[in-house]
């Protein structure tokens, strides 16, 4: 099975602050990577898919780049409503479909 | 409104058995793929297993955790699909939720599939 990686584990930032996380693959999986923003409680949700398209109605402060083994999820100025948790996932080739273990965005 | 709903989790003996179902609504869902992803206590993502459409003969895949003991079906004309566990044990404890593949065709003819939509997930308890 592809293994995901995510890094860091969790991270402090202030609202207005850039914040990128990083998702590594255990092997080459081309663009076949998707984000979700996970709130306490709820469902995830999808950000970006195929590595960096915005999924419609996600904000254009979110962003996603990558391909091969490494991918990066980008927001350039972090929102209140963005304190959350984020997982990487993978799709390539077929299932199983694997997870990044998420990165918990917290206030600084 | 575009919805998935699951129900049936609770609190069940290891060894025992639980069926999951998940209620679609909104959306033609005899088209798409369904999933189970399931989520344990505090702990990240899992996934659990897919159901293909009938185009795709309604084949399952599982992960190699739950392969054997859990089994998914659905019922296109019910707009329903389902997650039948048996052998259950305290590490399948989590929240199980229901997502919905979808596919995006790249510019090379490539298929990219994310989970676009998810339902709000049902507990499963395992403990004596």
């Known amino acids: 099975d592809i293994q995901m990686t995510q890094s860091p584990s969790s991270l402090s930032a202030s609202v207005g602050d850039r914040v990128t996380i990083t998702c590594r693959a255990s092997q080459s999986i081309s663009s076949y990577l998707n984000w979700y923003q996970q709130k306490p409680g709820k469902a995830p949700k999808l950000l970006i898919y195929a590595a960096s398209s915005l999924q419609s109605g996600v904000p254009s402060r979110v962003s996603g780049s990558g391909s091969g083994t490494d991918f990066t999820l980008t927001i350039s100025s972090l929102q209140p409503e963005d304190f959350a948790t984020y997982y990487c996932?993978?799709?390539?080739?077929?299932?199983?479909?694997?997870f990044g273990q998420g990165t918990k965005v917290e206030i600084k | 409104e575009v919805q998935l709903v699951e129900s049936g989790g609770g609190l069940v003996q290891p060894g025992g058995s639980l069926r999951l179902s998940c209620a679609a609504s909104?959306?033609?869902?005899?088209?798409?793929?369904m999933d189970w992803v399931r989520q344990a206590p505090g702990k990240g993502l899992e996934w659990v297993g897919r159901s293909r459409n009938k185009a795709n003969s309604y084949t399952t895949q599982y992960a190699a955790s739950v392969k054997g003991r859990f089994s998914i079906s659905r019922d296109d004309s019910k707009n329903s699909l389902y997650l039948q566990m048996n052998s259950l044990k305290t590490e399948d404890t989590a929240v199980y939720y229901c997502?919905?593949?979808?596919?995006?065709?790249?510019?090379?003819?490539?298929?990219?599939?994310?989970?676009?939509?998810w339902g709000r997930g049902t507990l499963v308890t395992v403990s004596s």
């Open positions: 997502a919905r593949e979808e596919i995006h065709y790249g510019g090379n003819s490539a298929g990219y599939w994310y989970f676009d939509l």
């Open positions: 996932q993978q799709s390539y080739s077929s299932p199983p479909w694997t």
């Open positions: 909104g959306f033609t869902f005899s088209d798409h793929f």
